[in-house]
């Protein structure tokens, strides 16, 4: 294009970087004018090592043009222009190769492929990065998630992040005059169409703030008055798999890879029915029968979640906005005191049948070489899959600031190129450590069953949030509990990566033995 010349894939060329499909935001052409010069950078490197000879010009032709194709002198408006280019360059470069010119071709996809790997190593361990947290206040109805958003906007504000709440979209479209008739009244394919409607509504407002809060550039918090598998609540199973497929909707991503926490209020209509009421919402209209039912269906929905949090009325009102404060501190690192997570050795824990409902994930631990080996903690790469659909994250296990001997797991969603970036930065003294891992409800309590999968060491531990490192839980009778190993670091993953040749180790584990591990080292 810069080199003139006419030809109807050029025109094509010159046409789209005129005038794009959708115009660019300054981040994007910013973002796509740097990954130019670096495509430039890498080709013209390629070009150092090969020569000068006739069978490397192409090679030469197009670093010496990508080296400075700038915005300046091309009107870049869309990020589809760059697709186009770069697909045509790769059509020259297979019309023109030759055998030794394809070895040199080789070599560049080398060259890019580690560039890339860098970039991605760099880009998640910068900590110039502003992360943004994605919560969910879900649960039945009344279960104080208003008052709950006016505390954390405050708080997190006062720490410094920029705070972002989704209204419900329940709400807009109702009060909005969306549910015309009573929905019990419904057609089946008037309720597929409200539901649908309501995703749309709510993904496109999540979606909205999120480019917000990456425009800030800070590290920010977006708050969402209920979450997408809300949805799936009010529809039978059947109705809510034909939702998806219409929509071409995949749970994995719905559920845990558009969030980084689910924070379930329970209704006042359970434990607290003196205090249930419809009057401070114009779109609630259940009865206290209908709100306990309607709080395990959305409880239900969000089951297999990795990070799930059950706040129950067992304190007085203050307390439980206490208890939601505290949890999305833990989340997003901000020094607050964190729950406790108590943990169990289970016997034959593969085999033991759920008779309640669960959901089942196959999860892989990869912990990662420190930069820095005098840095206390450490991180991981996760991959959590369901049905052949995978989440990936990056975690870091630090200190909170200000809380003496308080630690908190840091994570943050990463894209799968990126996870297989992270793997080569992979700790050769641990082995990637393999669970299945089933998640379910009991009591109004939040339980993980993991299973050591690989390393095979027959070891199952049952996990549960709690408040209180001493207040008793009420375990289900139908696991064979064993004894508590929640202050046994043996039972962690981390240490299970390690003790790979000594797995009666595992088993004989002692308080004595490296016993003073925080109880967030459980990941």
């Known amino acids: 294009v810069k080199e003139g010349g006419a030809s109807p894939a050029k025109d094509m060329i010159k046409n789209t970087l005129r005038n794009g499909l959708a115009p660019a935001s300054s981040l994007m052409r910013r973002s796509v004018e740097g990954m130019i010069r670096n495509l430039g950078g890498n080709l013209h490197q390629t070009r150092n090592m090969s020569g000068t000879s006739q069978k490397n010009a192409t090679v030469y ?9 700038t915005l300046a002198t091309i009107p870049l408006t869309s990020l589809s222009s760059l697709l186009i ?29 580690q560039s890339a790997t860098n970039k991605d190593v760099n880009r998640l361990d910068r900590s110039s990065k ?33 705070v972002f709440i989704v209204p419900e979209s329940a709400s807009i479209v109702i009060t909005g005059g969306g549910m015309w008739k009573n929905y019990g009244d419904f057609s089946h394919d008037q309720s597929l169409a409200f539901e649908g ?19 800030t550039g800070e590290p920010s918090v977006i708050i969402c008055d209920r979450g997408t598998m809300d949805t799936a609540a009010y529809l039978s199973r059947e109705s809510w798999e034909v939702l998806c497929e219409e929509f071409r909707w ?16 329970v209704t006042a209509a359970i434990g607290a029915q003196k205090y249930y009421t419809t009057e401070n919402n114009a779109a609630r209209r259940e009865s206290i029968e209908e709100a306990a039912e309607l709080d395990l269906r959305v409880l239900n929905a969000w089951i297999g979640h990795p990070a799930v949090r059950i706040i129950d009325n067992s ?23 964190v729950n406790y997570k108590r943990k169990y050795a289970i016997e034959d824990g593969e085999n033991i049948p759920i008779p309640v409902r669960y959901e089942q994930f196959e999860v892989e631990f990869t912990y990662l070489v420190k ?20 989440h990936y994250s990056y975690s870091v296990l630090r200190d909170l600031p200000g809380e003496e001997h308080e630690k908190a797991i840091l994570e943050r969603m990463i894209t799968g190129r990126e996870y297989i970036a992270m793997l080569k930065q992979s700790d050769p003294q641990r082995i990637t450590v393999k669970k299945r891992v089933k998640c379910f409800v009991y009591n109004n309590q939040y339980f993980t069953l993991n299973t050591f999968v690989e390393p095979n060491i027959g070891l199952s531990v049952l996990e549960c949030e709690a408040a209180d490192p001493k207040h008793p839980l009420a375990l289900p009778d139908w696991l064979n509990a064993g004894k508590e190993v929640t202050d046994l670091s043996e039972f962690t993953t981390y240490q299970v990566a390690k003790h790979l040749t000594h797995p009666d180790k595992l088993k004989k584990a002692s308080p004595s033995e490296d016993s003073q591990t925080s109880s967030e080292e459980s990941n």
């Open 371 to 390: 930069a820095d080996t005098s840095a206390s903690g450490y991180t991981f790469v996760k991959r959590r899959g369901q049905n052949g659909s995978y």
């Open 85 to 113: 280019a770069y697909t045509w360059h790769q059509q020259i470069l297979a019309q023109e190769a030759s055998p030794s010119q394809r070895e040199y071709e080789e070599h560049i996809k080398e060259v890019l492929a």
């Open 61 to 69: 032709k197009w670093s010496s043009m990508l080296e400075d194709w």
């Open 197 to 215: 409607s309501l995703m749309k509504t709510k993904m496109a407002l999540e979606d909205a703030f999120y480019a917000l809060a990456e425009a």
């Open 315 to 337: 304190t007085d009102f203050q307390d439980k906005l206490k208890r939601v404060l505290a949890q999305v501190c833990q989340v997003v690192g901000a020094p607050k005191p």
């Open 130 to 162: 502003a992360p943004i947290y994605r919560i969910v206040l879900t649960g039945g109805p009344c279960g104080g998630k208003s008052s709950s958003l006016s505390l954390l906007s405050d708080r997190l504000r006062s720490l410094g992040f920029q």
């Open 250 to 265: 995949n749970v994995m991503d719905l559920r845990d890879r558009r969030y980084d926490a689910v924070i379930h209020l």
